[in-house]
């Protein structure tokens, strides 16, 4: 029996579930199909929710159907829409009466889906399409966080002591000693989310403005997980240089600055100025925290199927900010054989730089043990190319480069998509660590030690843990903040 992990992904019979990236037993595939030449080369660059997208980007279009309250009649709905081909992402029952129950049915859908299938529902005899749901916009109307007071202003006596006058005693504390800022402000827990909007999810270069919906969700998640203040910051500034200019002159407000969306190559150069210039923890999510949450799912792997890291060989294919992140940390980590594949002679370049070696996808996928796609071109990966026993994770979001399923079903002993091991389960903590230590930096020891404590934190029939489980994230700030003052002791021990 092959331990192998389930695709992320909804079904009827399911209903709604976590994106939890889950093993489950199956039988042991017979031998892989022969190895079939690619369709094409290798395209396009990108973190795990894409720089570059190729292939129309799906997004959830929601249905409202309602059926008749008798057996079958919800089954005819679906398989109209398994025989369109769509994938179910979310099904819920809204409300039963009389007779009838209304279905709220989320499908993943491109531009090019053929929307007759909103009539084929409502000829069904059992079954009728009411419209389409505003659920997602719902959720979005008025923005999804807001600044609210941390202590009741309800007497003169408050308002007098939490503004003028009496502020201006804890202002000039500050200015004689700014440490206590710490102590007497919300610096202690608040972080920038800053970006330009250049590589936003798989949409690409949208721009700042439309990207704040996916800021104020990190924000949201911040809060909500971790008790963290999250400010967006929008930059209408592509120019390295000036990006930088402008984070500087703005970073004493906050705690500590997590750069979002940014494209490479711009964005090694952007974060590597910050850390030169700023004494206090800077960390672009789509490298350091992608990679952290990667190398926690490896450990998992690894310990399932009795091996090291480093005795196994990697293939990063697509070496934008994401795929660049994760060879970075492996390599630190201990990986010795690193191969990555990208058509960009600068990526490439980098990748050197870190001690991998130059490869192609066909390569990486006939001699890796490991592979890692962080590409942006959904269907990349053909299952003919996977090989036995092979650990896959196609991270990019909204389309993997391979479906798990199809990866599992191809002979891969684990395979997982960006749904389940996605940086959610790593900034929160990261950050909460990072502030409660005081670090004047994020350290590769930090990273690290986030990573086993997610591993560490994995149920036996899991790749990572639950995301939402507020107790992982206090966790990885135990562990982060612990790795920042070891790191401070040993400074003042040399």
């Known amino acids: 029996m092959a331990r192998c992990r389930r695709a992320d992904y909804h079904t009827a019979s399911e209903g709604a579930r976590s994106h939890v990236a889950r093993v489950r037993r199956v039988p042991k595939p017979g031998p892989a199909p022969a190895r079939q030449p690619p369709a094409g080369p290798l395209h396009g660059t990108a973190n795990p929710r894409g720089e570059k997208q190729d292939a129309e980007v799906k997004i959830p279009e929601i249905l409202m159907v309602e059926t008749v309250h008798q057996p079958g009649s919800l089954a005819k709905v679906l398989q109209v829409i398994a025989d369109a081909g769509l994938m179910i992402d979310h099904l819920n029952a809204v409300r039963r009466e009389q007779g009838r129950t209304l279905w709220e049915i989320t499908l993943e859908m491109d531009e090019e889906t053929d929307r007759s299938l909103y009539g084929r529902i409502d000829a069904l005899p059992n079954a009728s399409f009411i419209g389409k749901s505003d659920r997602v916009f719902d959720r979005h109307r008025g923005g999804k966080i807001r600044l609210m007071s941390s202590i009741p202003i309800n007497t003169q006596q408050v308002l007098r002591d939490v503004y003028t ?48 919906p996916v800021m104020e969700g990190k924000a949201a998640l911040f809060a909500g997980l971790a008790d963290i203040n999250a400010v967006p910051i929008l930059l209408t500034e592509t120019d390295p240089q000036r990006c930088v200019d402008v984070i500087c002159s703005i970073a004493e407000s906050f705690g500590a600055i997590q750069l979002e969306d940014f494209a490479a190559p711009e964005c090694f150069v952007i974060e590597a100025e910050l ?31 009795g091996r090291r890291i480093e005795d196994c060989v990697i293939g990063q294919v697509g070496l934008g900010a994401a795929g660049i992140g994760i060879v970075r940390l492996l390599k630190r980590h201990g990986a010795v054989r690193v191969k990555g594949a990208d058509r960009n002679p600068a990526a490439l370049e980098r990748l050197q730089l870190l001690g991998g070696t130059h490869s192609t996808l066909e390569d990486i996928m006939a001699t890796c043990d490991i592979v890692i796609a962080t590409t942006g071109v959904r269907g990349l990966i053909k299952p003919e190319m996977v090989r036995q026993g092979q650990i896959i994770f196609a991270l990019s979001n909204p389309d993997a480069e391979i479906d798990p399923v199809k990866a599992l079903q191809h002979g891969a002993a684990f395979a997982a998509d960006g749904k389940g091991i996605n940086n959610v389960l790593g900034f929160p903590g990261l950050f909460k660590g990072a502030l409660e230590a005081r670090a004047r930096q994020f350290t590769d020891e930090m990273l690290i030690a986030a990573a086993h404590r997610i591993s560490d934190l994995t149920r036996a029939d899991d790749l990572v843990p639950d995301p939402l489980d507020r107790n992982v994230h206090t966790a990885v700030a135990q562990a982060v903040r612990e790795a920042a003052l070891a790191a401070v002791q040993a400074e003042d021990s040399d």
């Open 165 to 212: 006058p009496g502020v201006a005693r804890v202002c000039l504390a500050i200015r004689d000693n700014p440490q206590e800022a710490w102590q007497f402000t919300s610096l202690d827990r608040t972080v920038a989310v800053i970006t330009n909007g250049t590589a936003v999810l798989g949409l690409g270069n949208i721009g700042p403005l439309a990207g704040l």
């Open 275 to 305: 850390r030169r210039r700023l004494n206090k923890p800077v960390l672009h999510d789509d490298q350091h925290g992608t990679a952290v949450v990667v190398l926690a799912a490896l450990h998992t792997a690894m310990r399932r199927v």
